[in-house]
């Protein structure tokens, strides 16, 4: 059997309940079927989290107090309402901060926990069409595509992109 592209890299999920639920679990699915090991990082440790459709459930592995960005090789931020509660938390924001450097992929409402913690400014990006707002006021360039790669930045519109998207963050972490 063929080694996936991705053996040995590990992606951090920023997760709390209400998250798009086919946005979680289309990129995990993907992404671990190439051989990465994906991490699931939220508030408390063993708490439940639920898809707001309901039909996905998962666990917090780990919690944002006891974790280092430098443990991963990037981070994907699943939209729903997950990151918009995430985005209240200081510990949430310190830690997506410290991918400034590293791949992020961000889908959908993802782009809010990037809006909060400043790294937008300048970047060309896309996201949910309700969100098309903040990321302008927030100093991004807007633009309604698939997926828009900008520098590390990888962002996505909705559940119909989730193919592109994936493939786009196979892309950078194969490059």
């Not at 992606?11 to 090991?37: M, Q, R, T």
């Not at 994907?76 to 309402?81: A, K, M």
């Not at 509660?85 to 791949?103: H, M, N, Q, S, T």
Request: hydrophobic letters at 35%; proline letters at 5%.
């Amino acid at each position: 059997m063929e080694e996936g592209k991705l053996k040995g890299k590990r992606i951090a999920v920023v997760l709390e309940s209400d998250f798009e639920d086919s946005e979680f679990y289309v990129p995990y699915e993907k992404l671990e079927g190439e051989g990465a090991k994906i991490v699931v990082i939220g508030l408390e440790r063993g708490k439940e989290l639920k898809g707001k459709k309901g039909g996905y459930r998962t666990n917090v592995e780990r919690e944002f107090s006891d974790v280092d960005p430098d443990e991963f090789d990037a981070l994907l931020i699943p939209g729903g309402y997950s990151p918009d509660k995430l985005r209240a938390y200081p510990e949430a924001i310190e830690f997506v901060k410290g991918f400034r450097d590293k791949p992020i992929a961000a889908v959908c409402h993802g782009p809010q926990l990037l809006i909060t913690a400043d790294m937008v400014r300048g970047k060309t990006m896309t996201s949910w069409k309700s969100i098309s707002v903040d990321l302008i006021n927030a100093g991004a360039n807007y633009i309604d595509e698939q997926v828009v790669v900008d520098g590390n930045i990888i962002t996505s519109r909705q559940p119909s992109d989730l193919e592109a998207f994936t493939k786009a963050i196979i892309e950078k972490l194969v490059s």
